[in-house]
């Protein structure tokens, strides 16, 4: 009997932890994230294709605002620092290096948002840029360094996990592309795509 009470006690504990965790419209909240990106798009490198580069650190941060139980509105701004490429060409052995990033408005639908484990579809669009640099070890009067910036989408999903009545953790897989120019950076886009892990505020 003391068992059956202590587990009800605890079970409507935790029922009321769940309830003072949930989102309702005006709620703000602020986060910063940290993760990887992996490119996907290759560019024109001394004639032949080659990916901008190895899997990278990304870190960004972003605002959100609830207009509704389901639907938030905010920014969010990512920048990335793609592992560097090693390659072999007509001009000898070289290394690409390269870095992106994005500011975003977005939009986002929180499909369970009475739980105080939120999953989440996210879609944004906005502006975004890129840095390429490809250095030749053998021929260093061909060496360069471009950028070319233009418009970027991205499309995630993932998941917040309410740690308390203010903080959150979460994680999310993010699908970036940027359009840019080819004549530039030897390709017309930069699609990536991202794993990242935040901690957020919620007021």
């Not at 989102?23 to 990887?36: D, F, H, N, R, V």
């Not at 500011?103 to 939120?118: E, H, K, Q």
């Not at 579809?121 to 233009?150: I, K, M």
Request: with cysteine; aromatic share 10%; hydrophobic share 40%.
């Amino acid at each position: 009997m003391k068992l059956l009470t202590a587990t009800l006690i605890a079970g409507l504990l935790l029922i009321s932890m769940h309830a003072n965790a949930q989102i309702k419209p005006g709620t703000q909240q602020a986060a910063i994230s940290a993760g990887l990106a992996n490119p996907l798009s290759n560019d024109n490198v001394d004639g032949q294709a080659e990916t901008f580069g190895e899997l990278g650190p990304a870190f960004g941060f972003n605002y959100l605002y609830q207009l509704h139980r389901y639907l938030s509105i905010g920014g969010d701004f990512n920048y990335k620092s793609l592992g560097d490429k090693d390659f072999t060409a007509g001009h000898g052995p070289g290394t690409i290096k390269s870095s992106a990033w994005t500011l975003l408005a977005i939009g986002r639908c929180d499909l369970i948002p009475d739980n105080d484990i939120r999953p989440y579809a996210l879609l944004g669009l906005g502006a975004g840029g890129v840095q390429r640099e490809v250095n030749f070890s053998r021929r260093p009067d061909l060496n360069s360094s471009r950028t070319s910036s233009g418009l970027a989408f991205a499309l995630g999903g993932g998941a917040d996990y309410d740690i308390n009545n203010a903080w959150l953790a979460g994680a999310e897989l993010r699908y970036n592309i940027i359009n840019t120019d080819e004549g530039e950076i030897g390709a017309g886009h930069l699609s990536t795509l991202d794993i990242l892990f935040k901690v957020g505020y919620k007021f």
